[in-house]
């Protein structure tokens, strides 16, 4: 007997697989086997991940974020992926995903379902924020309003190559396609983390995507692209619906993005 088919749920109008473990995935759909196995590593630089000056960054900061100790924000919930080196935090209302957890976006339509785009150990903001069957097919698929995650950038010459390629794909893979010409990709930034880490980042929205569907709407993404301690790109994302009434304020997105750290044993055990 074959096993189970992973459960998913819609990303607008595109597929979001959730992978409970990657033994089962491997088995049951290639495609995202591959990429919870690629996630293990390879291709890694030998240079390694700039970090600021000790005397620029906050002490308590970097004590918080080493040892494995709790949540840089009061109440936040810490999030890891080990197999990346990356730890941040998230409010208490976003549902954290396991660390083996997987969701990306497809071409509509592709079979195969082979990803554009994938982020791991994702947290959830409102993960049934708008609930459709569209294509009548007795099925009700949910939309999440927002989620946070990481991945690896294997193939990245540059964080901010990495950082406008991740951000931009994921808007059109879960709001615009198959129309690319909606999106205004943001100038790459110099950023800073809390604990030091420093990268690039782009933020990428899209305007008038056509309201076919009950959930459709227009999106925005930032991701945050840089090194990890064995100096393979990185990057951290968050992607969300734009232009809604409970849209996540960017200063929001800025605090969550501060808290981005390199992973170390024991984070996550809060």
Same mark, same amino acid.
């Given at each position: 007997m074959g096993a189970p088919e992973p459960p998913r749920r819609s990303w607008n109008r595109t597929t979001v697989a959730a992978v409970a473990a990657a033994a089962v995935v491997v088995v049951a759909c290639g $495609?995202?086997?591959?990429l919870v196995l690629r996630d293990d590593g390879g291709g890694t630089p030998d240079t390694k991940p700039t970090a600021a000056d000790a005397s620029s960054t906050d002490t308590t900061d970097r004590t918080a974020a080493k040892g494995g100790s709790g949540p840089l924000v009061p109440g936040?919930?810490? $999030? $890891?992926?080990?197999?990346?080196g990356i730890t941040f935090d998230a409010p208490g209302s976003w549902s954290r995903q396991s660390p083996d957890w997987v969701s990306y976006v497809a071409e509509k339509g592709?079979?195969?379902?082979?990803?554009?785009? #994938?982020?791991?150990a994702p947290a959830v903001l409102k993960e049934k924020?708008?609930?459709?069957? +569209?294509?009548?097919?007795?099925?009700? %698929? +949910?939309?999440?309003?927002?989620?946070v995650g990481t991945t690896g950038e294997k193939g990245a010459k540059s964080t901010a190559e990495a950082a406008e390629d991740t951000a931009k794909t994921w $808007? =059109?893979?879960a709001y615009t396609q198959p129309d690319s010409t909606r999106?205004?990709?943001? /100038?790459?930034?110099? =950023? &800073? @983390?809390?604990?030091?880490i420093e990268g690039s980042l782009v933020t990428v929205t899209s305007s008038g995507v056509p309201k076919k569907g009950t959930c459709d709407s227009d999106g925005k993404a930032v991701?945050?692209?840089?090194?990890? #301690? /064995?100096? #393979?790109?990185?990057s951290w994302t968050y992607v969300g619906a734009h232009g809604v009434s409970d849209e996540?304020? +960017?200063? @929001?997105?800025? %605090?969550?993005?501060?808290?981005? &750290?390199? =992973?170390? /044993?024991? +984070?996550?055990d809060d």
């Open positions: $495609v995202t086997g591959f936040w919930n810490t $999030v $890891v992926n080990p197999k990346r592709d079979p195969e379902e082979k990803p554009l785009v #994938a982020m791991m924020w708008c609930t459709s069957d +569209d294509d009548k097919n007795g099925t009700q %698929e +949910d939309t999440p309003l927002a989620s $808007v =059109y893979g999106l205004t990709i943001g /100038e790459p930034e110099t =950023y &800073r @983390t809390k604990s030091g991701t945050f692209a840089f090194k990890n #301690a /064995e100096g #393979a790109f990185v996540v304020p +960017d200063a @929001t997105i800025r %605090e969550i993005l501060s808290t981005v &750290r390199l =992973y170390e /044993e024991g +984070d996550g």
